[in-house]
């Protein structure tokens, strides 16, 4: 049966479901097979701390949002076109964000009294009437699979477990998929259970076929492939592009890549991914705490390793110390912040920005350190390079602040040609570098250079190079230690003015002021990039001039900031957090930025952002 | 002289001889007159011309204390660093350079209150590191609190009353922390350390060696039973591999198995020769090593043990890094950065 076809510019889907559903799985098998087609798209996964929450209560509930499109899109979408809720939890937890009018595929099975109970439906919601709103289509996803997989050597567990499959097969179905690319992977991950693994294919076939027959969907959509740039694309979440730029950094720089850390989320994933590239000579080290981890680190970086560590919130506060000794070291050294919510253990698994400020001041003492934040999944590959560029040429330690948000969403990524990445030179010292009063040379470990007023790199094995160094004050130029008061004020100022001068090395702030003449400039940092582009897209074509910029560099910022705040009547800055970067920027320039923030663990819906740029329009 | 020390193999050899001189830096050394860290520091000097190693290639990392300024003072690569973290940064660099020789320094604070942690791990893995802990049991650069390894009872500035901690046995907690070479000596007996450091060098992983060292303004006389030459015989028990363990004045006593399996000391002349057991610092289960650190009275210093307690082969960590990497690269061939920024799914939009 042939039903009709609709063509969508824009979809977004939210799949919700116990945490034993799968449903993270069924996500990423979705979004691979549309980032196949061609479509521009951006993921947001959504889990609970907890490994294995209560089964059928609201905390257990994991879901997975994904929006794709035949255009440019920057976020996974603020409300979804269709939800699939496995069960009453996820119907209950999901249902407020789902507007009228949207598709919604329940799975009936599931909504038993007791299930109903268990997060307090007094009746059945498919059933009163409080669906009315939605398109709702009411499956019996189990009963369904089990009965698709009766024939199949298969227990009636796992054949009830293969029912994300069929679900995703009937999405598969309804949105014009392609289905190889899920057998395929069905193939490799169940190679060794040639049951479960027909099981599974069965399943996703049966989804798909009740799709074509089933008159519950009378259409099917499809979305044409978007008009990217040409060339070799996949699709990448935040974590692996972050690793993967640390390995090329380390291959452009030609050094070997060191990682010390401690699991923690949602950072471990740089640590599982780089750990599985033993090919490219990296080095992992799972230190028993973070102290350890960020000591091992400068411990390499010392020896002349391009030196890691990474990390959440939680773990920045006990590595603090020892930042504060590379600082006074001068030795490159990357530390990784994937974002979380806080304070304390906070919320594991969910997004925030509220490390800036630990970033920037977290430690005893001037202890200057620059920092940069990624604005995409993908663009965690540009600044993991980028931070080890700063790191290394400046002899510093450089925050590179990546969040909860970016590390663990998704789009696609127009794959970088290797040969044409930036290369880093060490640059290691290589002999003495002042001569003494009677004409002997001796080696400066503090003799900076006039123009970085960064120190040599001098590794032990170097003949000739041998000096001590530590955390108690240096002696400007000798190096040795120095308890002189104008010595230390001096020392003070210097490493403050290394790093300013980074700046001359980053690009000016690129403000996109379509017409040009725009009142108000919405600037933001790291993640929050995709809304605040498409909440400036949607005031845009109101009618309503709205100028967008983006701040990579957080420490320094970028010469032209100054310049590029005074001219705008208004400057609002979305974060997620109470207001961080407006302090700075409220500190530095003396300007009053308005702040807009949100600390709900998720990012910025664009429709909050319209709603608050058009607010200060009108106070205008 | 390379085979004598094997856990050095990959060390550069130095191609000019050096001398104890060659290890002095230019630094004013700044311990208090008659601390015991002197000796140590001079008794190292004299030592490491044996190893024979390129000067450049050998590394002093320390934490913080008045122990930890020990680097500044030696003429080669060093690092005072964080208070407790030593050999933390130590493992960091002993993973990625293993041309290196790498001597940690620490004090009873330094490595058993804040770098405890680091100091287990750093032993259970065995990373190829030299660790000299300098006990002076009491704080000295805080000026004179006690310390994890200061006797219960012991009256400072922070305990006016008397602390109320039980102390730790360094060489105890080395075993219990798996420690694959553990060895205790003096800071004024130079022969005795140059013999130790002699056979921590040649370990491959990670080996302890906690060094009594006198505090002269906080903690005077803290060993005294064990150097005064009245006391001195009595008190101190030294193993010695392969032989029997015997001590005292004209070698009265020794050490013998119970008939519960523990062990004590005794006059030989009460159990005969034959009874009384052997030292085997070899041996895979550390039992009898650690019943023999368990012998001291914390107190009077009787019993005290001193030499090398442990000395057992396990690959160190480090080694163990490099070979999987290695393997990795040898069974797959060496990694190209395009195909893996391509990864294994991946369009073409054209
Ligand atoms: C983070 C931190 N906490 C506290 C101190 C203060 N502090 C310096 S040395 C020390 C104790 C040193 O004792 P020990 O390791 O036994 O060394 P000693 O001076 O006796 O050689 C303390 C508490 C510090 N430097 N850093
Ligand atoms: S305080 Fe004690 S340990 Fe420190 S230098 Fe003086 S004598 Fe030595
Ligand atoms: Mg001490």
Known sequence: MSKQVVSLNRVVIRFAGDSGDGMQMTGDRFTSETAGLGNDLSTLPDFPAEIRAPAGTIGGVSAFQLAFADHDITTPGDAPNVLVAMNPAALKANIRDLPRGADLIVNTDEFTKRNLEKVGYTSNPIEDGSLEPFNVHAVALTSQTVEALKSFAVSKKEAERAKNMYALGLLSWLYSRGAEGTRSFLNKKFAHKPEILAANLAAFEAGWSFGETTESFSVQYEVAPAALPTGLYRNITGNPALALGLIAAAQQAGLPLFLGSYPITPASDILHELAKNHRFGVMTFQAEDEIAGVGAAIGAAYGGALAVTTTSGPGVALKSEAIGLAVSLELPLIIVDVQRGGPSTGLPTKTEQSDLLQAMFGRNGESPVPVIAPQSPSDCFHAAIEAARIAVEYRTPVFLLSDGYIANGSEPWLVPDADTLPKIDPNFATGPNHTKADGTEEFWPYLRDPETLARPWAIPGTKGLEHRIGGLEKADGAGGISYDPDNHDTMVRLRQAKIDGIADTIPDLVVDDPTGDADILVLGWGSTYGPIGAACEITRRTGVNVAQAHLRYLNPFPRNLGDVLRSYRKVLVPEMNLGQLTMLLRAKYLVDVTSINQVRGMPFKSTELVAAITAAIETL | ?350
């Open chain 2, 1 to 350: 002289m390379t085979d004598t020390y094997p856990s050095l193999s990959l060390v550069p050899k130095t191609d000019i001889a050096i001398t104890a001189k060659d290890f002095k830096s230019d630094q004013e050394v700044r311990w208090c007159p008659g601390c015991g860290d002197y000796s140590i520091l001079s008794n190292v000097q004299a030592f490491l011309p044996e190893l024979g190693l390129a000067r450049e290639n050998i590394v002093f990392i320390s934490g913080i204390g008045c122990s930890s300024r020990f680097p500044y003072y030696m003429n080669t690569f060093g690092m005072h660093s964080i208070h407790g973290r030593a050999p933390a940064i130590a493992t960091g660099l002993a993973v990625s350079r293993p041309d290196l020789s790498i001597w940690v320094i620490t004090g009873d604070g330094d490595s058993l209150s804040i770098g405890g942690n680091h100091l287990i791990h750093a032993l259970r893995r065995n990373v190829n590191l030299k660790i000299l802990m300098f006990n002076n049991r009491i704080y000295g650069l805080t000026k004179g609190q006690y310390s994890p390894t200061s006797e219960q009872g012991k009256v400072t500035k922070s305990t006016p009353e008397g602390s109320l901690d039980y102390s730790f046995n360094p060489v105890s907690l080395a075993l219990g922390a798996e420690a694959t070479f553990v060895a205790r000596t003096l800071d004024s007996d130079r022969k005795h350390m140059t013999e130790v450091l002699r056979q921590a060098a040649a370990h491959e992983g990670t080996a302890l060696v906690e060094i009594y060292q006198n505090c002269n303004i906080f903690n005077d006389g803290a060993f005294d039973p064990l150097k005064d030459n009245e006391t001195r015989d009595d008190v101190t028990m030294r193993l010695v591999h392969g032989e029997p363990i015997r001590f005292g004045a004209d070698n009265s006593k020794g050490v013998t198995r119970t008939e519960d399996g523990h062990i004590k000391v005794v006059n030989v002349e009460d159990v005969g020769e034959a009874a009384i057991i052997s030292h085997d610092a070899h041996a895979k289960d550390p039992g009898l090593a650690f019943a023999l650190s368990r012998l001291s009275n914390p107190r009077t210093l009787e019993n005290t043990p001193i030499g090398v307690f442990r000395d057992i082969n396990r690959p160190s960590y480090d080694r163990l890094v490099r070979e999987q990497i290695s393997d990795v690269i040898e069974r797959k061939g060496p990694g190209d950065l395009q195909s893996l920024l391509n990864g294994s799914d991946t369009w073409n939009v054209s």
